[in-house]
């Protein structure tokens, strides 16, 4: 039996959120119980997974409020604390969507608040459900053969990246319970290592079988015929099909389709940005400098040398051979456009 991870939970009057920053050595959880607080969270990935910020967000409009009650803010100084978490990063639509959702019934007071928000977790973990089994009819109808799966993903999309159960590693949690698996590729995924530190620790406590592989390895293990497809998670999908994911994703994407094996994108609709054309319209984040420069507070490049650290790339639509959401698998690469099939 699997252990439901909640990377983000409500106490009643704050927010715990699972420490992702010192997994795996330490399981620890953080109570948030203002908007200085969860805005950092955010921002130093304590929470992080477009989903899971998203949740975290939702929860931060019950935050804002209670912070204003105790603290006497005005409704205008809620809302300003509420558009401070909004934007703590920029690149995944979630965290935009579910603040302004849960924003619907700022005017109701509380409760309404954290209904909505609560119906914000709970979707999201459906979702992944759905996902999970569309992903995986597809894949295997798609891939057609007759043994288990290898699999390669990048980056986190487990339970601690969602509100529970995961995007792309839900899928293959769900091949995985269908004894269709062999093995997995994860991707450490530099410089935070959210791959060989998270994506690791959750395929581990599942005892599914992984090897842990450095991102330069990705296109010669797809090259050499040891994957059957690749499967990642998004941060923002626009609705000519470009997806914003961890950096490193287009690579292993363009990989694929050398190799002509599928490349599969698994993300909610709420992960959709059909207000986005394309994805030269998304805000890439770019994190500081000392993330690559140094390593474990430990400076390693040249003290004069300058970084370059964008958190996430963009993969053309042409690059995505499906993409699966809770309303199910769209062809993008062969011209099933999310703008045109999930308005
Ligand atoms: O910087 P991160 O760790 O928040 O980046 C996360 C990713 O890129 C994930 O692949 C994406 O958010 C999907 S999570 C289900």
């Known amino acids: 039996m699997p252990q439901e991870l ?7 009057n704050s927010l715990a959120l699972i420490d992702q920053t010192v997994l795996p050595q330490r399981t620890e959880t953080i109570e948030v119980r203002d908007v200085d607080a969860l805005v950092s969270a955010i921002r130093r990935l304590v929470v992080r997974g477009a989903p899971a910020i998203g949740a975290a967000g939702a929860y931060g409009v019950a935050l804002a409020l209670l912070q204003g009650e105790r603290e006497g803010w005005s409704t205008a100084e809620v809302r300003a604390a509420v558009a401070r978490i909004r934007t703590a990063r920029p690149t995944a639509v979630n965290l935009m969507v579910c603040v302004d ?5 700022f005017d109701e007071g509380l409760a309404a608040v954290l209904e909505e928000a609560a119906a ?5 973990v459906e979702a992944n459900r759905a ?7 597809w894949l295997l109808k798609r891939v057609g053969v007759d043994r288990p799966l290898r699999v390669l993903t990048h980056c986190n999309t487990g339970a601690l990246a969602t509100a529970g159960w995961g995007t792309a590693l839900g899928v293959i949690r769900e091949l995985h319970a269908r004894g269709c698996l062999e093995l997995v590729y994860a991707d450490e995924t530099r410089p935070l290592l959210q791959g060989s530190r998270l994506t690791a620790w959750e395929l581990a406590q599942e005892g599914i079988r992984h090897r842990v592989q450095v991102d330069g390895a990705a296109a010669g293990t797809i090259l050499r015929g040891e994957v059957d497809a690749a499967i990642v998670g998004a941060d923002r999908v626009a609705a000519n099909g470009d997806t914003a994911n961890k950096v490193g994703t287009v690579g292993i994407a363009l990989a694929c389709a050398y190799a002509g094996i599928p490349f599969v994108v698994a993300a909610p609709t ?3 940005d059909l207000a986005t054309a394309s994805g030269a319209d998304i805000h890439i984040e770019l994190r500081g400098e000392d993330e690559v420069l140094e390593w474990g507070g430990v400076r390693t490049a040249p003290a004069d040398s300058r970084g370059h650290n964008p958190a996430f790339d963009v993969t053309p639509g042409e690059l995505v051979t499906g993409l699966v959401t809770e309303r199910g698998v769209l062809a993008v690469a062969e011209g099933e456009l999310p703008g045109e099939r999930l308005r």
């Open 6 to 12: 909640r990377a983000v939970d409500w106490t009643g």
């Open 101 to 105: 959702r849960v924003m619907t019934r």
């Open 120 to 124: 914000v977790q709970r979707e999201d």
């Open 131 to 137: 996902m999970g089994a569309y992903g995986a009819d």
């Open 270 to 272: 709420t992960t959709v």
